[in-house]
């Protein structure tokens, strides 16, 4: 099993930034994507930003497209997401999620097997 742990939500203001981190224990080398969802209360969970092993192919839901970046080290087994220009509507529980390895596309929820527990993340 792949153990997941984010860190870096809290609390800003619109147009603020944060770095939200997620570290990776477990049977992590053989993962194909890493991404990122989130989920605000009421509504459904949703894909944020996905990204493949090589860190080159990268997918961003439009509604953060130019101010959300997805990043990976794979030697440090760690996860990134840099939020800039945060907005309300950025309100949410942020998870991060991995694969088995498995070809398939990285964009679709259900090609992620583990999840981490979630970050916060409340823009007010």
């Known amino acids: 099993h792949v153990q997941l742990v984010e860190s870096g939500g809290g609390s800003v203001q619109p147009g603020g930034s944060l770095r939200l981190s997620c570290g990776a224990s477990?049977?992590?080398?053989?993962?194909?994507?890493m991404g990122w969802f989130r989920q605000a209360p009421g509504k459904e969970r949703e894909g944020v930003a996905f990204v493949y092993f090589g860190g080159g192919r990268t997918y961003y839901a439009d509604s953060v497209k130019g101010r959300f970046t997805i990043s990976r080290d794979n030697a440090a087994n760690t996860l990134y997401l840099q939020m800039n220009s945060l907005k309300p509507e950025d309100t949410a529980m942020y998870y991060c999620?991995?694969?088995?390895?498995?070809?398939?596309?990285?964009?679709?929820?259900?090609?992620?097997?583990?999840w981490g527990r979630g970050t916060q993340v409340t823009v007010s």
């Open positions: 999620a991995t694969d088995r390895g498995t070809i398939g596309d990285c964009a679709g929820q259900f090609q992620y097997a583990y």
């Open positions: 477990g049977h992590t080398y053989s993962s194909n994507c």
